[in-house]
DNA sequence: ACAATCCTTTACCGGACTGTGACAAACCCT
DNA sequence: AGGGTTTGTCACAGTCCGGTAAAGGATTGT
């Protein structure tokens, strides 16, 4: 499902907002102000940004603005107060999708969310299907096919490799996938993600044992080299 | 192939819109305003509209209100220009499909176009009769036959099937399936769902143990595979 | 009101999936 | 080279999930 960061300072509208997205079945991370939510932005990929436009420190504008610069195309949906300039939002190339004044009603901001969420998947439908080594890999139907053979993947390895994918070239270290993909549960200092990692590697690889797209980084993580 | 009406003032656009669709296999009408584009979707049946919103006469939203209101469910793509209310469109009340900024790509809006159509056909395909297995449903008198044999089939068990059907090779997940068939009641703590795939699939597969339609994908839901 | 039919809930079982811990192997640093 | 740390691998057990049947509830037609 689609990953949405709601920036909004005032407690209240925050949670109301996290609570009816997440509902819809969106997974939700929130910041307080501009400058936390650049902070999330710069670690982690969202699929969509509700922005309210008067938070502390940085405004939503400078927010997006700023993003936009550093080359994060990540569609924005603004919350504006009635009166605040909304020309300025959608004429100032700022690369808004979409804006909504408040005070709104929760089914019509919904309603925006799924709209701007649909162009999103037809957009991606294309980047759903993957190669890596001798495995495709569909995410929209989370199956996986070896020369024409079906393969059978849970969902939590499709998770995992997915996880991979959306990071790939890069370290992807333990820690990182126990809270993303296993939802900042379960600390444990065990050899759980190492099992999936084997287990990838056993469909994957063409020989398992000289892995040549997932990698081990010693001492920091994984690395998956499509 | 799809026909579709164009309805724009500036000649430009139009023909711009019009050649490239035509380019890419499709059945182009065009309207120079509000009045022309009804009275062209009064005579004939189109299966997508693409709906400038400022145009003489009558504005495209009036346009989208008026024909909704006469019961015409014609997907609608609205074009709007920067700045203009969105809001208005995404009220979705008046039963938009999509709406497309100005100034867009062409490749963008074939992207869309063809996303709309997509929905349209497997649609349309719903209405008509299928087979799943060894089963010939009708959907249009809600019926089944299997071998000439009738076989019968409650109201429910065709309204999962048919949602099952509208998203083929796709996941389903119980929740969307309480969602959408059974409108939002029902907590997910039930076995609800599950029966009813058992009774679709002792209907459907030869060999209910092993299904090769209905199959279930362990902690997502089931998929339905033609 | 009664019966029939369909829908929902409950209960139980079997199985898939995942997490754990032990141990071996690989790696890194001194 | 050696010790300590990190990673690979395996088998086992617990947990969660789905399949199934049967009972309880609701609705409809007679």
Redesign the pocket.
């Known amino acids: 499902m689609l990953n949405i960061l709601v920036v909004e300072d005032e407690p209240a509208m925050q949670m109301g907002l996290r609570d009816n997205l997440q509902f819809e079945g969106f997974e939700v991370a929130t910041a307080d102000d501009g400058e936390a939510a650049l902070e999330k932005l710069h670690h982690e990929n969202f699929d969509l940004i509700l922005l309210d436009v008067m938070i502390p420190k940085v405004s939503g504008f400078d927010v997006c603005k700023t993003i936009r610069k550093e080359g994060i195309e990540t569609p924005v949906i603004f919350l504006t107060a009635k009166g605040e300039e909304i020309d300025k939002v959608l004429g100032l190339e700022l690369g808004a999708d979409d804006y909504i004044t408040k005070p709104f009603s929760v089914r019509e901001l919904i309603a925006r969310v799924k709209a701007v969420s649909r162009r999103i998947k037809t957009q991606e439908i294309t980047e759903e299907k993957i190669t890596i080594g001798n495995l495709n890999l569909d995410f929209t139907h989370y199956t996986a096919k070896s020369e024409d053979k079906d393969v059978?993947?849970?969902?939590?390895?499709?998770?995992v490799i997915h996880y991979l994918w959306q990071h790939k070239n890069e370290i992807v270290s333990?820690h990182d996938l126990l809270e993303k993909v296993?939802k900042y549960?379960?600390q444990?200092?065990?050899?759980?993600?190492?099992?999936?990692?084997?287990?990838l590697?056993?469909k994957i690889e063409t020989n398992?044992?000289e892995?040549r797209h997932?990698?081990?980084?010693?001492?920091?993580?994984?690395k998956l080299i499509p």
């Not at 444990?188 to 287990?199: G, Q, S, Y």
């Not at 997932?214 to 994984?222: E, F, Q, R, S």
């Open positions: 059978k993947m849970s969902h939590k390895e499709m998770e333990r296993w549960e379960a444990p200092t065990t050899r759980t993600v190492d099992n999936f990692i084997l287990k590697r056993q398992p044992n892995p997932i990698l081990t980084v010693h001492g920091a993580g994984y």
